[in-house]
């Protein structure tokens, strides 16, 4: 569950730049669709892992668009694992700067541990991962709960707005070749069906009810986001800078999290070609990441983002057809 919650909440979730740049007003339906399709896609995606007991993701995508289209779709999730691994390390670099310090150094401070990682192989993830994303999923939800409090802000104010609805289906769509990729790496590591429920149904619900309250807090500062590089510095404006500083480490642990999953994807679907440890292929692809990061993490979000999320249509119908598709079939 924290490995596919650690997938999703990116640079560019957890500093609001991706809500925003996708929902913001009139998005509650949005929100509530995103939350219904993503438990699908997650309960899609590890059932095939799980019957296929898959070590990388590439019999995984076959099953899903087919044999014709899976060509074109591995060099898709190359491509996205290969430029949102590198939003994240531009991320931290952005971070970093938000403290008047180096952006290169930033952005070696999530590069030299990210290669690290991969000493431990996959447990080494899911590991971090189940320690930092409960304290960055509390320490997100206290940010958010204190400053609707503190603004008097109605949570269901928004509700009745709706007319942003289609902008749950790009969104999806964009996380869900991220998804394939890190869970399509981890089949031959499933034990029982009832890890696929829980790890897809809570997932779904902790990310529609996370999503939901940051983007009822950033509509209320909507002004102000158009000044802040990281839409979440706005919100923390109006508290002691030791909030600041905290909530700066959650963001930067948030990058790093995403940042292995992307690069979990990328290595073990080149580990066949490549008969080397894991962590000398992570130190190969972090390599060649480096030289992309000064394009800046903003410019990086508001391009590539909403361009991924139109490619992955079809990706995301498969999902959702996959469970009708699978209970009707005709032997």
Same mark, same amino acid.
């Given at each position: 569950?924290?490995?596919?919650?650690?997938?999703?909440?990116?640079?560019?979730?957890?500093?609001?730049?991706? %809500?925003?740049?996708?929902?913001?007003?009139?998005?509650?339906?949005?929100?509530?669709? !995103?939350?219904?399709?993503?438990?699908?896609?997650?309960?899609?995606?590890?059932?095939?892992?799980?019957?296929?007991?898959?070590?990388?993701?590439?019999?995984? %995508?076959?099953?899903?668009?087919?044999?014709?289209?899976?060509?074109?779709?591995?060099?898709?999730?190359?491509?996205? &694992?290969?430029?949102?691994?590198?939003?994240?390390? @531009?991320?931290?670099?952005?971070?970093?700067?938000?403290?008047?310090?180096?952006?290169?150094?930033?952005?070696?401070?999530? @590069?030299?541990?990210?290669? &690290?990682? !991969?000493?431990?192989?996959?447990?080494?993830?899911?590991?971090?991962?189940?320690?930092?994303?409960?304290?960055?999923?509390?320490?997100?939800?206290?940010?958010?709960?204190?400053?609707?409090?503190?603004?008097?802000?109605?949570?269901?104010?928004?509700?009745?707005?709706?007319?942003?609805?289609?902008?749950?289906?790009?969104?999806?769509?964009?996380?869900?070749?991220?998804?394939?990729?890190?869970?399509?790496?981890?089949?031959?590591?499933?034990?029982?069906?009832?890890?696929?429920?829980?790890?897809?149904?809570?997932?779904?619900?902790?990310?529609?009810?996370?999503?939901?309250? =940051?983007?009822?807090? &950033?509509?209320?500062?909507?002004?102000?986001? &158009?000044?802040?590089?990281?839409?979440?510095?706005?919100?923390?404006?109006?508290?002691?800078?030791?909030?600041?500083?905290?909530?700066?480490?959650?963001?930067?642990? @948030?990058?790093?999290?995403?940042? @292995?999953?992307?690069?979990?994807? %990328?290595?073990?679907? !080149?580990?066949?070609?490549?008969?080397?440890?894991?962590?000398?292929?992570? !130190?190969?692809?972090?390599?060649?990441?480096?030289?992309?990061?000064?394009?800046?993490?903003?410019?990086?979000?508001? =391009?590539? =983002?909403?361009?991924?999320?139109?490619?992955?249509?079809?990706?995301?119908?498969?999902?959702?057809?996959?469970?009708?598709?699978?209970?009707?079939?005709?032997?």
């Amino acid at each position: 569950m924290f490995l596919i919650v650690g997938t999703m909440i990116g640079a560019g979730y957890a500093s609001g730049r991706e %809500l925003w740049q996708f929902f913001g007003y009139d998005s509650s339906l949005a929100i509530l669709l !995103f939350t219904v399709m993503f438990i699908i896609c997650c309960l899609s995606i590890m059932s095939i892992s799980f019957k296929q007991q898959s070590g990388d993701y590439l019999s995984v %995508l076959r099953t899903i668009v087919g044999k014709h289209l899976t060509g074109v779709y591995d060099w898709m999730i190359i491509i996205y &694992l290969f430029t949102t691994t590198v939003v994240m390390l @531009a991320g931290s670099g952005a971070t970093w700067e938000a403290f008047h310090l180096s952006y290169r150094l930033g952005v070696l401070a999530i @590069a030299i541990p990210l290669i &690290l990682l !991969f000493v431990w192989d996959i447990k080494g993830i899911v590991t971090v991962n189940s320690l930092v994303l409960p304290l960055l999923i509390s320490g997100l939800l206290f940010i958010l709960i204190v400053f609707i409090s503190d603004q008097n802000l109605s949570l269901f104010s928004h509700v009745t707005e709706t007319d942003n609805w289609k902008a749950a289906f790009p969104f999806t769509a964009l996380n869900v070749l991220p998804l394939i990729a890190v869970l399509g790496a981890i089949g031959n590591r499933m034990r029982s069906r009832k890890e696929v429920w829980v790890a897809s149904v809570g997932s779904g619900l902790i990310l529609g009810v996370v999503s939901f309250l =940051y983007n009822n807090s &950033l509509i209320q500062i909507s002004d102000e986001i &158009l000044v802040y590089e990281i839409p979440l510095f706005a919100i923390l404006q109006h508290y002691p800078y030791g909030m600041m500083v905290f909530m700066s480490i959650m963001m930067w642990i @948030a990058i790093f999290t995403t940042a @292995a999953s992307g690069t979990l994807g %990328l290595v073990t679907r !080149f580990r066949s070609y490549w008969k080397q440890p894991l962590w000398m292929v992570a !130190f190969a692809v972090v390599a060649l990441m480096l030289p992309f990061t000064s394009f800046g993490f903003s410019t990086l979000i508001e =391009y590539l =983002y909403p361009l991924y999320g139109l490619l992955n249509l079809y990706v995301l119908s498969s999902l959702l057809i996959y469970p009708l598709t699978q209970r009707f079939k005709i032997s």
